[in-house]
T-cell receptor, first 114, second 114 residues
């Protein structure tokens, strides 16, 4: 069965520091995609970064990078130089099994302190 | 990315009534997705809507409760029927686009059922 696990219900970080949000996944498929989304208090879901299972390089998008460790089935999100506006819920998601549906983890609430 | 709008952005409804949520995309897409996010929870896929065919519902969701229309390639509606307080959620539509068939979400509809 496909599953996403986010073990950190809440994290906090000082402004301008880096923070890592953990995500582990479970799938028996060889081809899959991993995604991170940000959900501010407004409720919208904002796409941050994508990693394909066959990508050898870790994905990066500005201050976001994905630490992809395939053997450990982990896909941690690293946010560098945190900003107050980064305070939000962060969801890790996976698409696998040839299906288009996304399976989401429980989410991690990040608080950035000045 | 994709420009997606949803109407209404929020609503307060009485139990036993129905609400239709609209989702409009800026360009043609094959599939549109409807998700539900109950308070404090993660996202769960309700159904996938293809133009010209019946929507495909996930386990636990039925057409009588969540009828979906997909009249063209840029528009879909989700109706929440015979509402109860348990239907209070954020409802989000999404479409696939770009690398990894990333799903981009609309701003969501916040529904409160009294």
């Amino acid at each position: 069965a496909q599953k996403i696990t986010q073990t950190q219900p809440g994290m906090f970080v000082q402004e301008k520091e880096a923070v890592t949000l953990d995500c582990t996944y479970d799938t028996s498929d060889q081809s899959y995609g991993l995604f991170w989304y940000k959900q501010p208090s407004s409720g919208e879901m904002i796409f941050l970064i994508y990693q394909g299972s066959y990508d050898e390089q870790n994905a990066t998008e500005g201050r976001y990078s994905l630490n992809f460790q395939k053997a450990r089935k982990s896909a941690n999100l690293v946010i560098s130089a945190s900003q107050l506006g980064d305070s939000a819920m962060y969801f890790c998601a996976m698409r696998a099994g040839g299906y288009n549906k996304l399976i989401f983890g429980a989410g991690t609430r990040l608080a950035v302190h000045p | 990315s994709a420009v997606i709008s949803q109407k209404p952005s929020r609503d307060i409804c009485q139990r036993g009534t129905s609400l239709t949520i609209q989702c409009q995309v800026d360009s043609q897409v094959t599939m549109m997705f409807w998700y539900r996010q109950q308070p404090g929870q993660s996202l769960t896929l309700i159904a996938t809507a293809n133009q010209g065919s019946e929507a495909t519902y996930e386990s636990g969701f039925v057409i009588d409760k969540f009828p979906i229309s997909r009249p063209n390639l840029t528009f879909s509606t989700l109706t929440v029927s015979n509402m109860s307080p348990e239907d209070s959620s954020i409802y989000l539509c999404s479409v696939e686009r770009g690398e990894g068939e990333t799903q981009y979400f609309g701003p969501g509809t916040r529904l409160l059922v009294l």
